[in-house]
């Protein structure tokens, strides 16, 4: 008889954990275009739990879509947004902390993945995400001609961080981001002349990215943004209300990528 409880127990309690396992957590992304539903990846935990602290502390309530390119994503969380005079440049807005990079060339950017957002390789070298600002990936259909030069461009965008990460050129990049600030376009020219050599360097040092066989198949029949794989962090994806995203996309914009109209959002877990 105990022997059968101790069995009886350690089923239920597998069981258990194999659902918790499961089970993915859903929210509830609020619009005066719709509503989206996201389900968020536990393969990428630390974004997971970020998301769902913000969102439990309201912190997505009244912000923008403050960026939004048709065919390409719609890009959102951006704190400084919420009480933005029309016509203001957003996406500089933080939370003061950045996220580790959680990669995983299963979780691609396929259509209608979740992605953080983040500084580029030359200030963030290790690709961390920003704590709060994502985008939600609309993309388009490549051909696999178009996916094979694309494997191209991020092998090289792989050596190009390399070179970046490497403390022997902090100088350079540092010169490249002075001569930016100031205007001095032809030592600017020359910095990135030279860059590119250090980077044409480093290519025979890296393993040539190749696209999986499903990453191909959806990438030619369903869409997204393959040059972003590798590179930036997916950790959720839509799984009611791409017609949202779509019209979001769609709207007009100025200069700047921002709705001539604002977006707002409203964000709420709901599973």
């Keep these: 008889m105990n022997k059968f409880i101790l069995i009886f127990w350690c089923v239920l309690f597998s069981f258990d954990y194999s659902i918790a396992q499961k089970s993915e957590t859903v929210v509830l992304v609020e ?4 509503n989206i539903k996201i389900k968020l990846y536990n393969e990428t935990p630390l974004h997971r739990d ?52 959680e990669f995983n060339q299963k979780l691609f950017h396929k259509r209608g993945v979740l992605a953080a957002a983040r500084n580029g390789d030359e200030v963030n070298p290790e690709q961390a ?32 961080n390399k070179v970046v990460r490497n403390k022997n050129n902090k100088t350079l990049f540092d010169n490249l981001n002075m001569f930016m600030q100031i205007g001095e376009m032809d030592s600017v020219k020359i910095a990135r002349a030279k860059i590119e050599q250090l980077t044409d360097l480093e290519m025979p040092n890296i393993t040539p ?22 590179s930036y962090t997916v950790f959720g994806e839509v799984i009611e209300g791409m017609d949202v995203v779509d019209k979001i996309a769609a709207v007009p914009v100025d200069r700047f990528a921002r709705p001539l109209t604002d977006v707002r959002m409203k964000i709420s877990i709901i599973k």
């Design 209 to 230: 990215y190749k696209f999986s066989d499903e990453q191909r198949k959806i990438y030619t029949t369903v869409g997204g943004t393959p040059h972003l794989d590798g």
């Design 31 to 34: 619009t005066s275009f719709g």
């Design 129 to 160: 995400s920003s704590g709060c600002q994502f985008y939600i990936v609309q993309g388009k259909i490549f051909t696999d001609s178009l996916l094979s030069i694309i494997e191209n461009r991020i092998t090289r965008m792989k050596a190009y």
């Design 50 to 101: 970020n998301f769902i602290k913000l969102v439990e502390k309201h912190f997505y309530d009244s912000l923008l879509f403050h960026r939004v390119i048709n065919t390409f994503m719609i890009q959102g969380g951006d704190p400084d947004s919420k009480n933005a005079p029309a016509g203001k440049f957003l996406g500089d807005g933080d939370v003061g902390y950045t996220i580790s990079a």
